[in-house]
């Protein structure tokens, strides 16, 4: 069956600082990922995708990076705010649109 | 903002009862999902509709149901609550031949 898993349940990072987020994925038959930020009482946020064809892809001071050799996903976050304190998940898609999500990664910016 | 509205914001219900959560879209956003997020984990797809049709389906008992409006609306309906339902209830939507699903605030239900 599929999974999608995130190495680190916390990460807790210096405001300033390059934040790292690892998710891994185990169907190589997904094309399609997503990372959500999601704060507390709300629900997930698009932050960024990218397509299986794509090894990174970058947006405002979020890149995301794919490795399909080991089913890998990445969100890295350039110069960490106190705002980026939330709960991140890397969401894998199927055929059918059906979204499958890991279970999160709480990060902390320390001031 | 997603444009995505859900309602209520919280409810408490007691086991055995009945519960309809309510949806509202973004104006083309055909598309239409569900998701169970109980505290601590991350959402789990309970089923998608997509022109007011049932698209696609998790691993959710038949208790679980919805419904699409042509307005762009949804609903979902859970029967027989059991105190496991306490969770967030998250709706999301997409446009036409997208994959992006944009999220609404969720409902949080409690089963007593």
């Known amino acids: 069956g599929e999974s999608v898993g995130l190495h680190l349940p916390t990460l807790s990072v210096q405001e300033g600082d390059n934040s790292i987020i690892n998710c891994a994925y185990s169907?190589?038959?997904?094309?399609?990922f997503i990372w959500y930020k999601q704060e507390s009482g709300k629900g997930p946020q698009f932050i960024i995708d990218?397509?299986?064809?794509?090894d990174k892809r970058q947006g405002q001071r979020v890149t995301v990076l794919l490795n399909k050799t080991v089913k890998h996903l990445s969100l890295q976050i350039a110069a960490t705010q106190p705002g980026d304190s939330a709960v991140y998940f890397c969401?894998?898609?199927?055929?059918?649109?059906?979204?499958?999500f890991g279970t999160g990664t709480s990060l902390t910016v320390i001031p | 903002e997603t444009g995505v509205t859900q309602s209520p914001t919280h409810l408490i219900k007691t086991r055995g009862q009945q519960v309809t959560l309510r949806c509202s879209s973004q104006s083309g956003h055909n598309t239409v999902s569900w998701y169970q997020q109980a505290l601590g984990q991350g959402p789990q797809f309970i089923f998608q509709y997509y022109r007011e049709e049932e698209n696609g389906r998790g691993n959710f008992p038949p208790r679980f149901s919805g419904l699409q409006f042509p307005n762009y609306s949804s609903e979902l309906n859970v029967n027989a609550l059991e105190l496991d339902d306490s969770a967030l209830y998250l709706c999301a939507s997409s446009l036409p031949d997208t994959d992006t699903q944009y999220f609404g605030p969720g409902t949080r239900l409690t089963v007593l």
């Open positions: 969401a894998e898609i199927h055929t059918g649109n059906q979204f499958y």
């Open positions: 990218i397509r299986s064809n794509m």
């Open positions: 169907n190589s038959a997904s094309d399609y």
